[in-house]
């Protein structure tokens, strides 16, 4: 059974930085995509960032490039997502996601059936 546990969430202010983590467990990480997805209030689910356990190929919304970076320890089965220059409107429930690429498809993310969910932690930026 896939299971995701994120932590790192908070409340910081405009222009501050937090490292979110996410502890992943049954599966192997080299054949899977993990990443991060958020939802704010009201609005849509967003893909944030996701890395290819595979090849270490990374992507990011337009949203957060330049200021987000993901990572991952596939030894330890870690997800992180360092995050500078946090804005207002980056306040969202962030979940750690994972899923296999779809043979044949595009590139993730949007080859990726993301069927693994963690169950969410709350990033809060004041202004």
């Known amino acids: 059974e896939v299971q995701l546990v994120e932590s790192g969430g908070g409340l910081v202010q405009a222009g501050g930085s937090l490292r979110l983590s996410c502890a992943a467990s049954?599966?192997?990480?080299?054949?899977?995509?993990t990443g991060w997805f958020r939802q704010a209030p009201g609005k849509e689910r967003e893909g944030v960032s996701c890395i290819s356990g595979s090849d270490g190929s990374t992507y990011y919304a337009d949203s957060v490039k330049g200021r987000f970076t993901i990572s991952s320890d596939n030894a330890k089965n870690m997800v992180y997502l360092q995050m500078n220059g946090l804005k207002p409107a980056d306040t969202a429930v962030y979940y750690c996601?994972?899923?296999?690429?779809?043979?044949?498809?595009?590139?993730?993310?949007?080859?990726?059936?993301?069927?693994?969910w963690g169950q969410g932690t709350q990033v809060t930026v004041s202004s």
């Open positions: 049954g599966f192997t990480f080299d054949d899977y995509v």
């Open positions: 996601v994972a899923g296999v690429l779809r043979p044949g498809g595009l590139p993730p993310p949007h080859g990726v059936d993301f069927n693994s």
